[in-house]
């Protein structure tokens, strides 16, 4: 009887084997090659700038950690569960009450791993906040309510002025970045606090009024990607929304002269819509500074 009821147990256990590699091969075949490298990447986009790398190792990295922390407890409890399960009805399991070394061991482990994990976040975040004292371009990236304006500033402006672009509640503006040169990104808001958000680039900061946050990228691949506010700054937030071409050098030149044809040329950074004849830096009006909400 015992041995007719554990091998009936095999059996169930292979069929439950058989059924979860089937459902993976069934899942993972159906799958388009985005969808393959998503499960890849954990859903993380693939990082498009060299800054980006750094984040996505430790993302990459983090699930490898946890999921071999994952098999090991998954493996004691199931090894326990079967180990020192009762074996007949009148036998009662031994009752361990304590076990000092285990103890220690599971006091001391998830605190070395949260120092691990700490000392890896902190040296990722250090490095992507890293600024170069010269960087090939300045972009002033202004969020306001609701939308951005991108100011190309320094040697990027045509005859040393500002060339800007804007955008509306209604048109989402287009930052453009010119492929393998570091672009650094000083962000300025004039009334409440956005989030300047390229998802592609895996790096966000918040663009908070009064206060000078700057990061800088070196875009690696041409293509185009979106970018986004966030942070919930008001009514229209989800219309904070732009594009971003990286193109080549060349092609991020030639933009900046047709966007100088155009008239979009000023003495120095502008807050944009139509507030374009403002500076960034200079007086706010009361109805700008957080009234409009
Ligand atoms: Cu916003």
């Known amino acids: ?8 147990t095999r059996a169930h256990a292979r069929t ?4 979860a590699i089937l459902g993976a091969v069934l899942v993972l075949s ?7 490298k998503e499960w890849r990447n ?3 986009p693939d990082p498009a700038t060299q800054e980006a790398q750094g984040i996505f190792d430790l993302w990459i990295w983090g699930w490898v950690a946890a999921m071999v922390t994952g098999i090991v ?13 009762q074996k007949s009805p009148d036998e009662i399991p031994v009752q361990t009450r304590y076990n000092l070394p285990l103890e220690i061991f599971y006091t001391i482990a998830p605190i070395l791993m949260v120092i691990v994990f700490f000392y890896w976040t902190v040296k990722v975040q250090n490095d992507v906040l890293v600024l170069d004292e010269e960087p090939d ?4 990236a202004v969020g306001s309510q609701w939308t951005w304006t991108f100011n190309y500033t320094g040697e990027d402006a045509v005859g040393d002025r500002n060339v800007y672009t804007s955008g509306t509640g209604r048109d989402i503006p287009t930052l453009w970045l010119p492929v393998d040169e570091t672009v650094r990104f ?22 908070v009024p009064g206060r000078d946050n700057s ?3 070196t875009p690696r691949t041409i293509g185009e990607f979106r970018g986004k506010c966030a942070e919930l700054c008001g009514v229209y937030h989800s219309r904070m929304l732009f594009n971003v071409n990286v193109v080549s050098k060349a092609d991020y030149e030639a933009h900046l002269r047709d966007l100088e044809r155009q008239g979009n040329v000023s003495e120095g950074p502008i807050i944009g819509g139509k507030y374009a004849d403002l500076q960034v830096g200079s007086e706010i009006p009361d109805e700008l500074s957080g009234g409009e909400q």
């Open 73 to 85: 407890v998954w493996g004691l409890i199931f090894w326990v569960v079967f180990r020192y399960r």
């Open 16 to 19: 439950a084997l058989g059924l």
């Open 30 to 36: 159906g799958c388009s090659s985005q969808q393959q």
């Open 215 to 217: 990061f800088q990228v």
């Open 186 to 207: 000083d962000l300025s808001s004039p009334d409440v606090i956005h989030s300047f958000w390229i998802p592609g680039f895996l790096m966000k900061l918040d663009v």
């Open 1 to 8: 009887m015992g041995s007719l009821h554990r091998s009936g």
């Open 42 to 44: 954990f859903a993380m």
């Open 137 to 140: 371009h300045r972009v002033v």
